[in-house]
């Protein structure tokens, strides 16, 4: 069993940044997919952002250019470092380790944009 812990969300204005981090308690170094995913009121949860063991790199179209996804392996850490937030990108943010459908996920962490 794998235990996944966001942190980071918050209220932020348009245009801001906030980093968000999920915290492991196993290593992640073996597990070939990790990725963030969100889910607003009312809509489907879906991908943000995936990163895989070999550093292959996947991105929503709606957040390329502004975000990047990191994974730091030795600290078992993924980390989501997100800019010019827009109140499009407003939910609950999700981590995700070793896939949807037999992987884990965190609790998630609320994102809102707003003025």
């Known amino acids: 069993q794998m235990q996944l812990a966001e942190s980071g969300g918050g209220l932020v204005q348009p245009g801001g940044s906030l980093r968000l981090s999920c915290v492991a308690s196993?290593?992640?170094?073996?597990?070939?997919?990790m990725g963030w995913y969100r889910q607003a009121p009312g809509k489907q949860r879906e991908l943000v952002a995936a990163?895989?063991?070999?550093?292959?790199?996947n991105y929503a179209d709606s957040v390329k250019g502004r975000f990047t996804v990191s994974r730091d392996n030795a600290r078992n850490t993924l980390s989501l470092q997100m800019s010019d937030l827009k109140p499009e990108d407003t939910a609950m943010y999700y981590c995700?380790?070793?896939?949807?459908?037999?992987?884990?996920w965190g609790p998630g962490t609320q994102v809102t944009v707003s003025s």
């Open positions: 995700n380790s070793g896939g949807t459908q037999t992987g884990y």
């Open positions: 990163i895989t063991s070999n550093s292959r790199i």
């Open positions: 196993a290593d992640i170094w073996a597990i070939y997919f």
